[in-house]
C-alpha cells in the first residue's frame, strides 16, 4: 500500500501523517492511546512538556484557517517547540521563487516539521515526497482528499465515550462528496472495525460507487439514515455549493437534512453527535442540539491538541530515533 | 456594586479586570504594590519570571492597536506565558460564527486568559459575562466605557512620583466625553483619595452632569484648571472629531488647550506631565513639554507593563487557587 | 573611521552592526569564529543556547521579507530571546506618531534590540545615532547601502569552503550598482585579504570610478570576469530594473550573463557557486548549476542563522558587561 508506506520509516515507525489510507490498525490505536496521556497535560495548570524543546515547526498555510492553524500551534507549544507561522502569499513565492525552492530553504534553516494546508489535493503528499530526510509533514488539510488530524480527534472522541468501535454504528450527514473530513473519518472507522458506516445526503453530494469505493452504506433520508446509530456527525454545509446550483437553498437544506431534538429522537438513546465546526446554526444543525447533552462538539476541540500533540511527537520521535543513529547527541550546547 | 462584584471570586480576590468602577481602595493598592514588585523584573538583564509559565492568553483584539498589543504581549511573555495573536476580522468570524462560538472553542482549546480590546462599550463585560469559569478576561479598551489598566499604570506613576494620592490635585485636559482613559482615571484617582479631580475642555467635549455624575470640578480654561495642581494628564486629541464639527481646527484647539512650557508655569513647581500615546505634537502638548524634564510619557509605557503583569498574575493566581480547591495539581507532566 | 566607531563600545567590542565599513579584520575574525560555535547548535536536535534568555528582539521591518526576517526570527529563538515582530506600516506610525517616537516607546517597554530593514540607505544608521544606550541595532539591508549580515554570512560560506581569504579570487556578476548585498561583499573580501575582487555586469549596473573607489577589478564580459576565480556569487536580478530602462530582457541578460554549466568551466576547477536567494533559475542561473554540485546556496542559508546568532549575542553580551559594570546583576526574579 503505497501511500501508507510514504508515511513510515524502514521501522515502520510514522515519519509523516498524510492520510489515514494504508495506516494500521495497530499504529492508529497508538496514536489514540498516545494522545490519551497528552489530554491530561492539556487540562493541567502547567500546560508543558519538554518532548520538542529546540524543535522548529514551520505552519505552511496556502489556504487560512485560524482555527486549524491555532490548535496546531498551540499542540506545538505544549509540546515545547518553536514555532513559525508563515504566510506563504506574502513570501518569497510572490517574488518568482517555486514552491520547492521555498521548502528547500526552510530546511536549510533546520526547520523540523511542516504543518500543510493547501486548497489542491495532494499537496501534503507532493511536499512529503520532496522534503528533505530530516524533516516530517503533517496534513492539515489538502482539497477534498485528507484531513487526517481531524480524522483522528474524531475517532479519540468516539472512543472516549463509546469505549471502542465494534458494535458501534456512525452516520456522517452531508455533503460527503467535496468532504476531506468525511473521507478520513471513514478510513478511520473502518480501519477500527466499526460495525457499520452510514453515510446520508442527497445524491448531488454522494460519490458515485460509495458503497463500493468506501465501504459505507448509503441513505439520502436522513430519517432512515440516523435510526438506531450510535454516533451522529454532521459536516459543515460550505455555502458556495448554492451558488454552484448543487443545493437548493438553505431553508430547505434544514428542512430535509438538519439535525433537530426531534429527528435525534429516532437514533440509539444514548447516541452522541459530533461537528467539526464552525457550525452553521440553523443550517445542518439547531441550537437546541448544538448545545445539548448529547452534543459533544467542543470535547472534539480539545481533543484535537492532544491528537495534534500525539502524531508531532511520534513523527518528531521518528527523527530523533534517527540522529541517535547517526551518532549524533540530544544534549544542549553552550555555544 | 454589580460591576465590582462581576470582576471578583467568592473570595474577593480578582478574576476578570473589567473597570476600575466597584473596585475598592485596598484592591487598587494591591495592584500597585504588586506592580512594584514587577517594575525590578523589567528592568534587570533576564526579564522573566515563571508564575503564568503554561499557561495560554489570547488576545483578541477586535480594533487594531499595536502598541497596547505589544505591552499586553510583553507582559504575558515575562510572566512566561504562552501568547496567541487573534486577528478576529480574518477568523472564523468571518465564516458566519457567532461571537460567543468562538469564545467557546477558544475555551475548548484551554485558552486561560482573553485580552480584548473592542470598539463597542461593554463588549468586555459581555465575554466575562459569558466565558467558562476557568477564564479570566481583562479589559483593553472598549469604546468609551473602560480602560482600566491604562488608568492604573497612570496611577502607578504618580504614586512613583508623588508618594500618595491625599493632597493631590490631579487635571485631565481634552476630549473627556469620548475618552475612556479620563474615565478610568477619574474613578481609579476617587477610589485612591485624591484631593481633588479636574476636568478642563471645551463644552462639546464634556459630558453633561459631569460634577455630579464623575465627582470632578470643570473647567473651560486652560489656565485656570491647571494652576496649582500636581498632576497635568494630557488627553490624544482624536482627530476624527474635527470632521464631526465637535471641533475647530487643529491650530485653534492648540491655541485653547494645547500644553505649552508657558502654560505650564502656573501649575505646581513640581507638576509631572503625563499622557497615554501617542502623541500629537503641536496638537495637545508642545515638543518642548513632552520631552521636557517635567514629562514622564515614557515611563507610563514601562510602568504599563508592570501593571499588565500586575493584573495577569492576580487573574491567574485566582484560577491556581481554584484548582488547588479541586483537588488538581499545579505540577509538570511527563506525557 | 566614523561609521566603524559608531558600531563599538568604549572597549572596541560590538555594540551595534550597521555596515562592514570600518569594521577591522579581527573583529569580523572573531564573528566568523563565533559563528562557527553556533553552526554545531543549529545541527542538533535540541537547537538552543541560553545566552539571550529574557532578551527581547524587536523586528522592525519597514519592507518586507519573509525569509530575512524568518531567520532572525530563528537566530533569536535559538538564543532563547523572546521576538517582537512589528508590522510597522499598521502601527502608531499610521496614526500620525513619528519614527523616533515610535522608537522611544520601544526602548521604554525595555526592548533589548531592533533588527531594522527599511528600503532608504542610512536608516538603520538613523536609527542607531538615536536609541536609547542600552539598545543594540542591527541592519537587516537599507536601501542600496548595506546588508552586514548577508555580507558576513557569504564570508563564513567562503572560508568553511576555501580555508581562507588569502591567494582568493572572487568574482560577483550582476547589478552592482543598486545592490547592498555586493557592497557589503566587497568591504568584507577587501578587510579580509581577498587577493582580488571582480565585479562584473553591464556598464549601466556598474557604479562610475568603482576600481577606485571600492577596489575591485571590472569585467563586462562573463567569461573574462569569472575565468580561474575560486568563488562566483550571483546576484539576484531586480525585475523591476528592465521597466527602468535599464536592462534589456531577461532574455538577453540571461545570453550575456546567466551562469550555465559551460561557462563555469573557465572558473577553477573547485570554484563554487554563490547566491543570496531567492534565485531567478533561467534569469542569472540555470537550474543545473543551482542545483550542482558546486553550488552552496542552500549552505548559505544554513550559514546565515549561525552568524546572526553571533552578531545577536555579541552584541547583547556587550550589554551585559555594561549592565554589570553598573553593580546590576544578571539573575532571576521571583517577583
Do not use: W
Amino acid at each position: 500500500m503505497k501511500t501508507g508506506h510514504q508515511q513510515l520509516d524502514g521501522k515502520g515507525n510514522l515519519k509523516h501523517f498524510l492520510t489515514i489510507e494504508g495506516l494500521s490498525r495497530g499504529l492508529l490505536v497508538e496514536i489514540l492511546d498516545r494522545a490519551e496521556g497528552f489530554l491530561g497535560v492539556t487540562q493541567q495548570a502547567v500546560k508543558k512538556v519538554p518532548l520538542c524543546r529546540g524543535k522548529v515547526i514551520a505552519n505552511l498555510f496556502f489556504e487560512t484557517s485560524t482555527r486549524t492553524r491555532t490548535t496546531f500551534e498551540l499542540a506545538a507549544k505544549r509540546l515545547s517547540a518553536d514555532v513559525l507561522n508563515l504566510n506563504i502569499s506574502t513570501s518569497a513565492t510572490a517574488k518568482g521563487e517555486t514552491l520547492l525552492d521555498t521548502l528547500r530553504n526552510l530546511e536549510a534553516m533546520q526547520v523540523d516539521m511542516f504543518v500543510v494546508r493547501h486548497a489542491s489535493s495532494g499537496a501534503a503528499h507532493f511536499i512529503a515526497a520532496h522534503a528533505a530526510p530530516h524533516v516530517s509533514v503533517i496534513n492539515a488539510g489538502d482539497g477534498r482528499y485528507s484531513h487526517p488530524t481531524q480524522g483522528m480527534l474524531d475517532m479519540f472522541t468516539i472512543r472516549r465515550h463509546k469505549g471502542g468501535f465494534a458494535d458501534l454504528r456512525v452516520a456522517i450527514v452531508g455533503d460527503i462528496l467535496h468532504s476531506r473530513v468525511a473521507r478520513s473519518q471513514i478510513l478511520a472507522l473502518n480501519t477500527l472495525g466499526a460495525a457499520e458506516v452510514r453515510v446520508i445526503g442527497p445524491r448531488t453530494l454522494i460519490p458515485a460507487f460509495a458503497e463500493e469505493a468506501l465501504g459505507v452504506r448509503v441513505f439520502h433520508d436522513l430519517l432512515e439514515g440516523i435510526r438506531d446509530v450510535d454516533v451522529v456527525i454532521m459536516l459543515r454545509l460550505q455555502r458556495e455549493r448554492m451558488t454552484n446550483a448543487l443545493l437548493p437553498s438553505e431553508h430547505e437544506y434544514f428542512q430535509l437534512y438538519g439535525l433537530t431534538e426531534e429527528r435525534l429522537g429516532v437514533a440509539h438513546p444514548e447516541a452522541i453527535v459530533m461537528h467539526p465546526g464552525p457550525i452553521n446554526r440553523g443550517v445542518e444543525i439547531e441550537s437546541q442540539v448544538a448545545d445539548g447533552p448529547r452534543s459533544v462538539i467542543l470535547e472534539q476541540v480539545t481533543n484535537g491538541i492532544a491528537i495534534r500533540m500525539a502524531v508531532m511527537s511520534m513523527c518528531i520521535g521518528t527523527q530523533n530515533i534517527a540522529l541517535q543513529a547517526d551518532g549524533k547527541t540530544d544534549g544542549e550546547a553552550n555555544g
